[in-house]
């Protein structure tokens, strides 16, 4: 018997590719005054990125995102 995982379809797991982690957009894209929008609290550089980014980096992106967003926020 072999050792590889099989997946849902039949083929190897490592066949199978990792969807896309999502951009947090919310569609009020405005940046403050430092350069992080106030929607998605993301920087301008990450938002510009966005694209080329792996979901790795994505995900840090938005861990890095979700911390600013409780920044001086008192319902955080």
Do not use: Y
Not at 8 to 23: R, W
């Amino acid at each position: 018997m072999s050792g590889g995982s099989k997946s849902a379809t039949g083929g190897d797991s490592s066949d199978v590719e990792e969807a896309p982690v999502v951009s947090p957009c919310v569609a009020i894209c405005v940046l403050d005054t430092d350069d992080i929008c106030t929607g998605c609290h993301r920087s301008g550089d990450d938002i510009r990125q966005w694209m080329l980014l792996d979901n790795t980096e994505r995900r840090a992106v938005i861990k890095k995102a979700h911390a600013r967003s409780k920044v001086g926020n008192p319902f955080a």
